[in-house]
């Protein structure tokens, strides 16, 4: 009888184009977005370890200006006792 139409059995040469460039972007895309993501983490932990490390430091200088002033707090209590009791003896 009637023969159908050949672009009713296929489907149009546009729709492919457009199916295979899409079914490239969207691997190049995928991996685009995962390379960004590996360089962003790697300076990401880079800062961390730049703050962790000014953080440590400032936690020593804190803790050697504590140790400091606790020893010369022994010191003048040490050195006001002494003299308490040189003039407790003295009178």
Request: avoid cysteine; hydrophobic fraction near 45%.
């Amino acid at each position: 009888m009637s023969q159908p139409q050949p672009s009713e059995t296929k489907p149009s040469k546009k729709k492919i184009i457009i199916l295979m460039a899409l079914g490239l972007l969207i691997p190049v895309f995928l991996v685009s977005m995962a390379m960004l993501a590996v360089n962003s983490d790697a300076k990401n932990q880079q800062k961390y370890a730049q703050q962790k490390a000014e953080m440590l430091q400032k936690i020593q200088a804190r803790e050697a200006a504590e140790k400091l002033q606790a020893e010369q707090g022994y010191a003048g209590a040490a050195s006001e006792a002494s003299a308490a009791q040189a003039d407790g003896a003295a009178e």
